[in-house]
């Protein structure tokens, strides 16, 4: 079975930074691009980053582009998403998920998220 | 304003049929990307429903059906069931970055 589990995330003051992480088994980790995707309290989905299996290929919304850095650990079958000089409208659930090509392919699995609060 | 719209919301009675609409532009769906949707039942994480803007993955019910055409899409849902009532976003790709409709509240009545 096919999990993903996020964890990182927290109430953070603006301007400052956060890692989350997600957990991944049940599937070949590095057969997988990998993404985030966030959804602000009672709002609709946003891509945030994708990354490919091996790394080369990585891909940013320009709403994020040059705070938040996506990396994996094929090894520890891990994703992670470093987000710096996080702003109030961060606030979001953070969902990692699965895509079998980084660029085009459907997300197959979701995690359940990991919320983020930025504020005061 | 998302790229791709959504009505916010649509309704129907058990049994019925409804259909909800994706618009995007010749930069996203007219320039022939897939559409996949998406459904996020209450409290719950997104679902993939179609992928490559009329197939069904494994499991989901033939009540479910996806059509393209032109810079629009449309996913549609045949016998309405109660357990149906879930929030639908439609994604595909601008600029070859991911994008999402604004999703639409499906009520069963």
Known sequence: EVQLVE????????????RLSCAASGFT???????WVRQAPGKGLEWVSGISWNSGTIVYADS??????????NAKNSLYLQMNSLRPEDTALYYCATSIVVVIAPF???GQGTLVTVSS | QSVLTQPPSVSGAPGQRVTISCTG????????????????LP??????????????????PDRFS??????????AITGLQAE??????????????????????LTVL
């Open chain 1, 108 to 110: 197959d699995y979701w």
């Open chain 1, 29 to 35: 980790f590095d057969d997988y691009a990998m993404h």
């Open chain 1, 7 to 18: 964890s990182g995330g927290g109430l953070v003051q603006p301007g400052r930074s956060l």
């Open chain 2, 84 to 105: 149906d009532e879930a929030d639908y976003y439609c994604q595909s790709y601008d600029s070859s970055l991911r994008v999402f409709g604004g999703g639409t509240k």
């Open chain 1, 64 to 73: 994020v582009k040059g705070r938040f850095t996506i990396s994996r650990d």
């Open chain 2, 66 to 75: 996806g059509s393209k055409s032109g810079t629009s899409a449309s996913l």
């Open chain 2, 25 to 40: 532009s010749s930069s996203n769906i007219g320039a022939g990307y897939d559409v996949h949707w998406y459904q996020q």
């Open chain 2, 43 to 60: 409290g719950t994480a997104p679902k993939l429903l179609i992928y490559g803007s009329t197939n069904r993955p494994s499991g989901v």
